[in-house]
């Protein structure tokens, strides 16, 4: 079985920074593409950052020059430091991963519980 964790969230005020971390466990043959996805109160979960095996970064436009994404694949972890934070950011964070799973052909998309982002002063 997979699992994705986050960690990381919490309460930063506008212009401040957080760094969040996505950790995949579990029975894993390999991981492809992974990213970060939020979802703001009343709105749909949108793509923020992704990133490929071999490390190719695709960026929303809202968060370019804010935000990087990056990945450490001998540890299966990624991670994304949020910097000059708007109260715009607030939303539930969720790590995503393309993962083939031990003894299994095809590969997954799996997710995290989310982590909680709140900007505010």
């Known amino acids: 079985q997979v699992q994705l964790v986050e960690s990381g969230g919490g309460l930063v005020q506008p212009g401040g920074s957080l760094r969040l971390s996505c950790a995949a466990s579990?029975?894993?043959?390999?991981?492809?593409?992974m990213g970060w996805y939020r979802q703001a109160p009343g709105k749909q979960r949108e793509l923020v950052a992704t990133?490929?095996?071999?490390?190719?970064?695709n960026y929303a436009d809202s968060v370019k020059g804010r935000f990087t994404i990056s990945r450490d694949n001998a540890k299966n972890t990624m991670a994304l430091q949020m910097n000059s934070l708007e109260p715009e950011d607030t939303a539930v964070y969720y790590c995503?991963?393309?993962?083939?799973?031990?003894?299994?052909?095809?590969?997954?998309?799996?997710w995290g519980q989310g982590t909680q982002v709140t900007v505010s002063s």
């Open positions: 995503n991963g393309n993962i083939r799973a031990r003894g299994r052909i095809t590969f997954g998309v799996h």
């Open positions: 990133i490929t095996s071999d490390g190719r970064r």
């Open positions: 579990g029975s894993i043959a390999s991981i492809n593409g």
